[in-house]
């Protein structure tokens, strides 16, 4: 059974624009919800994360929604930039055991 | 501050063979956890090693093992390569826990390629 679920699979968004990304979620006993960004040959970067209790959380142009009683969560990114191409990645978990999304290529057109 | 080494960096096998993979964790950082990332499958866990014993198992078989030395420093084994696990190793340290607020640095990893 897949623990997080991640959508869209790929996104293009113009210079300037929102991208939105949402995930949901199986199990309630998780209590932290990462958001990471890839890019080609690197490792995943934590971006933004998030506790159950806070419904909203923002840092500079990446904000995370958060509906623990839908068990979804999102990330906005407001302005999105040329430089914000990647593939991001959610994450739901405990501990530093955490399951993630298959992940979202976010493709910003100058 | 030095970020988490992981090497090498590649490394062809072939099947049947066994393989063992290295991470150096940030410096101070107790926790080391070990994911494998598949184009298929995504990113998965492994398992963690905190200060010296495996806190947490992933749903891999036993060919699949690691180990932390006193220095936080840790090695994965995979025995009996087989075709399906040609994968991106990826090495994760933390100071402890990061749903209690020590977030997970990630390495580049080791992709492994089994012939």
């Known amino acids: 059974q897949q623990q997080v679920k991640q959508s869209p699979q790929s996104l293009i968004v113009q210079k300037g624009g929102i991208s939105i990304i949402n995930c949901a979620y199986e199990?309630?006993?998780?209590?932290?919800f990462p958001w990471y960004q890839q890019f080609p040959g690197k490792g995943p970067a934590l971006l933004i994360a998030?506790?159950?209790?806070?419904s909203e959380k923002k840092e500079g142009r990446f904000t995370i929604s958060f509906n623990k009683s839908a068990k979804q969560f999102s990330l906005h990114i407001m302005d999105s930039q040329p430089g914000d191409s990647a593939t991001y990645f959610c994450?739901?978990?405990?501990?530093?055991?955490?399951?993630f999304g298959t992940g979202t290529s976010l493709t910003v057109i100058p | 501050k030095a970020g988490v080494t992981q090497t090498p960096r590649y490394l062809i096998k072939t099947r049947g063979q066994q393989v063992t993979l290295s991470c150096s964790p940030i410096?101070?950082?107790?926790?080391v956890s070990w994911y494998q990332q598949t184009p298929g499958q995504g990113l998965q866990f492994l398992f963690e090693?905190?200060?010296?014993?495996?806190?947490n198992k992933g749903n891999f078989p036993g060919r699949f093992s690691g180990r932390q030395f006193s220095n936080s420093r840790s090695e994965m084994n995979v025995s009996t390569l087989e075709l399906g696990d040609s994968a991106l190793y990826l090495c994760?340290?933390?100071?402890?826990?990061?749903?209690?607020?020590?977030?997970?640095?990630f390495g580049n990893g080791t992709r492994l390629t089994v012939t």
């Open positions: 090693y905190f200060s010296e014993t495996q806190r």
């Open positions: 994450a739901a978990g405990k501990g530093n055991q955490f399951y």
């Open positions: 199990n309630t006993a998780f209590d932290y």
């Open positions: 994760a340290s933390s100071l402890d826990a990061a749903s209690r607020g020590s977030p997970l640095h």
């Open positions: 410096s101070g950082h107790r926790s």
């Open positions: 998030i506790r159950p209790d806070v």
